[in-house]
């Protein structure tokens, strides 16, 4: 099944995707191209983001694997819709891509063994995780890159659990403006989905909503010769196979 959350007529509407429809709770079909697609889960009490979970990313960024998952937050604003125009601030002067598949989780989850972990898994979504380096590369902490104002878009809409019973079995790429610059399959993580729920789910409770992106492959623009850096008329899609597919265009912020 496949839901979404989406603007008609003014009003926030939680419904079922049905071919080219979008079903509301009283059964209202909506043509999609009604729609305006909002982030999954428009203000999730967790956004909680993983850092270096491809051995191919962390060669290219010259860093050192670790034996525990790096994490660091986003914020419901930093989130915006899978079609959603995306503003280029005028402040970073060094903005990348990262596409990532997203857990989306369905029940309360603490302290959770692996083993258990995928059964608190409501199902499965894509994000853009864009990053402005230069802020990121400002402290050892990522936060001020990687939080801001309507820079990630969620979505379009959440396959559940029973369509995706392998969540290791997909693959994942990102197309800059028509060229597939990142394409991988999620077995490559380092730390798989079970392990990160479980992880997480040992200091903070994850609750009905919270996301969580599991990393992005090797292919950011920022480690490329020459870089490849996204700037106003720029658009990115980010696709995994059997869960769809997000597209967005960089337009130029004022200050």
């Known amino acids: 099944m496949r839901r979404a959350h989406v603007l008609h007529g003014g009003r926030d509407l939680a419904v079922v995707i049905d071919g080219d429809h979008a079903v509301t709770e009283d059964n209202q079909r909506i043509p999609l191209d009604e729609v305006t697609y909002l982030p999954v889960v428009p203000r999730p009490g967790k956004v909680i983001c993983v850092g270096l979970n491809y051995a191919a990313h962390i060669e290219e960024t010259h860093r050192q694997p670790s034996d525990y998952p790096v994490l660091f937050p986003k914020f419901a604003t930093s989130l915006c819709g899978a079609y959603d125009d995306i503003p280029v601030p005028p ?26 972990a995928l059964n608190h898994v409501a199902g499965y979504t894509i994000a853009n995780d864009v990053t402005m380096r230069d802020y990121q590369g400002k402290t050892h902490q990522w936060m001020q890159g990687k939080a801001w104002d309507r820079s990630t878009p969620v979505g ?35 730390f798989p989905i079970p392990t990160l729920v479980s992880t997480i789910s040992e200091f903070a409770t994850l609750e009905p909503g919270d996301l969580i992106l599991t990393g992005t492959p ?24 059997g869960i769809g597919r997000l597209e967005n265009r960089f337009v130029a912020e004022r200050a």
Do not use: C, H, K
Not at 95 to 105: A, N, T
Not at 160 to 178: A, K, S, Y
Not at 218 to 241: K, N, Y
């Open 156 to 190: 379009p809409w959440l396959v559940t659990t029973d369509e995706i019973p392998d969540p290791t079995q997909l693959t994942l790429r990102t197309i800059v403006n028509g060229d597939v610059l990142q394409e991988t399959t999620t077995d490559l993580m380092i």
């Open 91 to 116: 402040e970073p002067e060094a903005i990348d891509y990262e596409g990532e598949l997203v857990v989306v989780i369905g029940t309360t989850a603490r302290r959770v063994s692996e083993a258990d």
């Open 218 to 241: 090797a292919g950011v623009g920022f480690r490329r010769e020459p870089q490849v850096l996204l700037g106003d008329g720029d658009v990115v899609a980010v696709e995994v196979d």
